[in-house]
Every structure is written in structure tokens, then in C-alpha cells.
């Protein structure tokens, strides 16, 4: 069943992506080369304790951390760890902030110190994909059209989209229907109504779209070693368009 949320669960659920869109802040001053991924997480779960929020993720269907970190190949539920991050190395942190409640989540990708024009491109257009999904999120289109606008745009730049995991409805858990996947045909699948809360978080390779799973049962990365970025974000399909909840502009 896809729900509809309420005008309350709505202001609920912005206020906890205001606060996760704070983290993310707070963690792109961080990103220097030495920090690592469990460093990051630590502090991502004492800046949600102080501010009244609990990380959402640790302990759904038994992940064990606030946050997932997805280094260089690895494609998304990396987990956060020992080692030093190097310069030049791409991390993605990804989030679920429970604030009283509400949900958020969004995911970001990082550059260890200074991007040369090659990490550059695959950020850029990661993200340009995340908002050219957005931009479909309207109430009548259909969820087809978000994956369609995404692929359409990642491939022509000669990126892959990876298939094997979609943006989702959220709130009050983590994952509800829909699936919303990051490729696919225009016109095709449910139609969007207002008051859906979504995500979009195109993951995409710079080589081959095809995932394979590690050993832990959570972290997928590419299968030939390229490298993949994600950028998400938490929106409603509102009437006058879509509303980023975890926007990090204002
Ligand atoms: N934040 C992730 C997503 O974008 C959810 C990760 S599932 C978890 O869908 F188990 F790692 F929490
Ligand atoms: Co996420």
C-alpha cells in the first residue's frame, strides 16, 4: 500500500531532514585525509544525541551502525571502519535521522581532500541526476518518468545506473512502497500523489552496473572494482511540485 502523509507527519518529517541536512554540513568539514568512516559515525551519533535524535538505521533488520560509508567501489551499506581515508578516496554517507518520529534520509558523496576532473564529473553528474529525478516527482506524473529522466541523463554522460537497489517510500518506517527505481521507461508505473513522501538516490558507476554482495550480507559494491556515487533525498510530492525535505540550500 502507498500512504499519503498528513500535513503534521510532513512538518515532522522536514524538521528531521533540516537536522540530517546539518549533519552533512558538519561532516563535509570533516573529510580530510587521516578521518576515518568510524570516526564519522561516532560523531554522527553523538551530534544526533545532542540535538534529541536517534539514527534510524542502527538496528534495522540488524545493520549495525548510525550511518552507512561506501568507499570508492563500494556501492552503497559500506560500514564504517577503521582505516584512514586517502586523499582523493570518494566516500558516500548515508543516513536515517529519527527526529520525535519523523524520518528523513539522505545520502551524500564526499571527496577526500582536493577532486581531480575525473571525480568531479562523476559527482556532478550523480548529483545533476538525482535533481533531474526530482524535477519529475510531480503529482500525476509516474514513478517510470523519475527513473526514465534519471537514466536517460547518467548514460549519456557514459555512466551506468545501478539496478539492484531503488529509492523507496519512507516514514514511519525507513522503507515503504513504492520502489522507486533509478531507470526505466517514461509514462510507466503508479501514478504520484500529493502528500507521498519518497526518496531518490541514483547510484552510479563509472563503469558496469552490476553489483556483488561482500561477505557481511550488507555492502554492495561495483563487480569490475569501478567507482559509484549516490546522492538521495527525502521530498514530497506536493501540488505545486516536488518539496525537498533534507535540502541542504537553506
Ligand atoms: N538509507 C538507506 C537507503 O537509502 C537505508 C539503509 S538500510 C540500513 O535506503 F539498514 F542500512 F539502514
Ligand atoms: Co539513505
Redesign the pocket.
Given at each position: 500500500m502507498i500512504t499519503r502523509k498528513s500535513k503534521r507527519e510532513i512538518e515532522m518529517m522536514h524538521e528531521a531532514g533540516k537536522l540530517l541536512a546539518s549533519v552533512h554540513k558538519e561532516i563535509a568539514k570533516r573529510m580530510t585525509p587521516g578521518i576515518t568512516t568510524k570516526e564519522i559515525d561516532d560523531f554522527v551519533e553523538s551530534y544526533l544525541a545532542d540535538h534529541g535524535a536517534t539514527p534510524e538505521?542502527k538496528g534495522?533488520?540488524g545493520?549495525p551502525y548510525a550511518t552507512?560509508a561506501s568507499v570508492n567501489d563500494e556501492i552503497c551499506?559500506g560500514f564504517p571502519r577503521d582505516e584512514k581515508l586517502v586523499q582523493g578516496d570518494i566516500v558516500t554517507v548515508?543516513?536515517?535521522v529519527n527526529l520525535n518520529g519523523g524520518l528523513a534520509?539522505s545520502?551524500w558523496t564526499y571527496v577526500v581532500g582536493e577532486a581531480d576532473e575525473r571525480t568531479s564529473k562523476l559527482l556532478d553528474v550523480t548529483k545533476t541526476s538525482l535533481y533531474k529525478g526530482i524535477e519529475q516527482a510531480m503529482p500525476g506524473n509516474r514513478i517510470g518518468d523519475i527513473g526514465h529522466a534519471i537514466q536517460e541523463y547518467a548514460e549519456g554522460e557514459g555512466y551506468s545506473v545501478v539496478r539492484d537497489f531503488t529509492g523507496?517510500g519512507i516514514g514511519p518506517t525507513?522503507?515503504e512502497e513504492p520502489h522507486i527505481p533509478h531507470f526505466g521507461l517514461a509514462g510507466k508505473g503508479p501514478r504520484l500523489k500529493e502528500g507521498m513522501v519518497v526518496?531518490i538516490?541514483p547510484m552510479i558507476n563509472e563503469g558496469a552496473w552490476q553489483s556483488k554482495m561482500d561477505d557481511n550480507n550488507?555492502t554492495a559494491r561495483t563487480v569490475d572494482g569501478s567507482r559509484s556515487a549516490q546522492y538521495?533525498h527525502t521530498i514530497v510530492i506536493d501540488k505545486n511540485g516536488p518539496i525537498i525535505l533534507t535540502s541542504q540550500d537553506d
Open positions: 538505521q534495522y533488520s545493520y552507512c551499506h548515508d543516513m536515517v534520509d545520502a523507496h525507513i522503507h526518496t538516490e550488507w538521495e
